[in-house]
């Protein structure tokens, strides 16, 4: 999972080494390193900004290494949920149970519905819905996917899926 | 060398084929490239000059009497109008049958059979016989080509046997029903919905009065299944699209994918194993968000990344553009040997 921290360093040479050592130590992948050289914490401290990917349980040693050697970790935010996916539904989804709908994805544990928007006209008429899937991976994703388009034939609901993107047009 | 070829079918393909063999006979000419019409024939009738037919001629008898010539008695068919004509190429554009194929298939058969060359706009034979047909055409060492059976004056099928050979192809993608496209665009431009549209487009000509073929998605799937089994060879057929037209899709889905920089297309897909025709999500910027009734593909290659193409996917004039690119290439060939 992607791993976002806010480290601080004593203003002394060789910190930045300690402070990322230990990532790299647990196999984490470092994917930016903000070093404000000229900032000062209330502490003067120097406060440097990382974002790495590390597994689960990897994330824990990674912290308590950084702390050993004795640099300040001052935050850790976590980003779970890192692929994502938008799709739309349409039919009757309010009253086909939407809760039991967006529980369905939910419940995997490894995928969530992060965002949900509806426009319902009439009464009588179908809503359409845009939703953001997110999940762990792009196999939680695929699976997210699949738990959709299985809820959505039990429903009558129309899944409209977005085109594999192309990296060149992005 | 003269190359004498039959027209079969003369409705709007058929007489495409005539009008662009007509205002094109200079440029053939300064091409080198001489070919004489000897046989056409239509549902009913046929008409047969070994040492050329006056297109002009014919074209204004088949406005004025709906029919060609020589009304042909009931138990004939065009082809045995044709059978003994020697000639060597023909064109088939018969009405495409998606069910049977006929009678397109067993003109095609035939000809191939009797070594002819053949060039043809007509699905119906190769959603079901694609193997057979080609197998045909290699065993009797004469060529069949089919350009004009997708996209229209899009180039694709031979884009995809010639310019991309060599190639693994991962995967198709694209749009292939103008009249969807038509009909989607239309419907997000001005927010009218789905009926509405298609009585305009009916009456624009756009779409046909039985439009189910193009808006439950079954014309799309057709195309696909022949680029399928172009770009992979793997024998899929129509039974083999997991198919999903565009008649639930309303103006409110299409503002909402709007508000969020999405628009909705029908999009077909081919991969080795996966054929789909269905609504898709597609980001406002993406090319294949394309406008109207034009058709665009994505072919997804190996060696030569991605490559997109895009055209007027039906009408007659450009449906006969791509039969005539086909004829060309054949008289080209055949002239070498």
């Not at chain 1, 003067?44 to 300040?72: C, M, Q, W, Y």
């Not at chain 2, 025709?277 to 290659?301: C, D, E, F, Q, Y």
Request: glycine share 8%; hydrophobic share 40%.
């Amino acid at each position: 999972m992607r791993v976002s921290m806010d480290i601080e360093l004593k203003d002394t040479p060789g910190q930045l080494v300690l402070a990322l050592q230990p990532i790299s130590e647990i196999k984490g992948n470092i994917q930016s390193v903000v070093h404000c050289h000229d900032k000062r914490t209330p502490r003067g401290t120097v406060p440097i900004h990382v974002v790495f990917e590390v597994s689960k349980n990897g994330l824990e040693e990674v912290i308590r290494r950084i702390e050993a050697n004795d640099v300040i970790v001052a935050r850790v935010d976590e980003k779970r949920l890192r692929e994502q996916i938008s799709v739309m539904l349409i039919g009757h989804i309010v009253h086909t149970d939407i809760r039991e709908t967006i529980d369905a994805v939910d419940s995997t544990g490894y995928a969530e519905i992060v965002d949900l928007t509806m426009n319902m006209p009439e009464i009588k008429k179908v809503s359409s819905a845009f939703m953001v899937i997110a999940a762990d991976g792009e196999n939680g994703l695929a699976l997210a996917l699949d738990i959709l388009r299985t809820t959505a034939v039990e429903k009558g609901l129309l899944v409209i899926e977005p085109i594999k993107e192309n990296a060149i047009w992005m | 060398m003269t190359f004498r070829i039959s027209i079969i079918g003369f409705g709007a393909v058929g007489q495409g084929v005539a009008k662009v063999l007509l205002c094109k006979r200079e440029t053939l000419q300064n091409m080198g490239v001489d070919i004489q019409v000897v046989a056409i024939a239509d549902s009913r009738s046929s008409l047969i000059n070994s040492e050329g037919i006056d297109l002009e001629k014919a074209l204004q008898a088949k406005k004025t009497n709906g029919r060609i010539g020589n009304e042909r008695t009931m138990s004939d068919s065009a082809l045995e109008a044709i059978r003994d004509l020697e000639h060597e190429l023909m064109v088939e554009a018969t009405p495409t049958n998606i069910k049977t194929g006929e009678p397109a298939l067993t003109h095609i058969l035939h000809a191939l059979g009797s070594g002819k060359h053949v060039v043809t706009s007509n699905k119906g034979p190769f959603i079901h016989n694609h193997a057979t047909l080609i197998n045909t055409a290699r065993d009797n060492d004469v060529m069949l080509r089919y350009e004009a059976t997708v996209g229209g004056a899009m180039p694709i099928i031979n884009l995809i046997q010639e310019n991309l050979a060599g190639n693994t192809i991962h995967r198709i993608e694209g749009i292939l029903n103008g009249t969807c496209n038509y009909i989607l665009t239309r419907m997000a431009d001005e927010g009218l919905d789905y009926h509405h549209v298609l009585l305009e487009a009916q009456e624009l000509g756009i779409a046909e009065t039985d439009p189910s073929y193009d808006v439950m998605g079954i014309d799309a799937a057709s195309k696909l299944v022949i680029l399928a089994n172009t770009a992979y060879g793997n024998n899929v057929t129509f039974a083999d699209v997991q198919i999903t037209g565009i008649t639930e899709i309303t103006p409110e889905t299409l503002e909402l994918a709007d508000k969020n920089g999405y628009t909705i297309r029908l999009v077909g897909e081919a991969s080795k194993d996966l054929l789909t025709v269905a609504p898709k999500l597609v980001s406002k910027k993406h090319p294949l968000a394309i406008r109207g009734t034009l058709n665009i593909a994505t072919i997804h290659t190996d060696l030569s990344k991605t490559i997109t193409v895009s055209g007027v996917g039906a009408g007659s004039i450009e449906t006969a553009s791509a039969i005539l690119s086909d004829i060309i290439h054949i008289y080209k060939k055949h002239k070498a040997h």
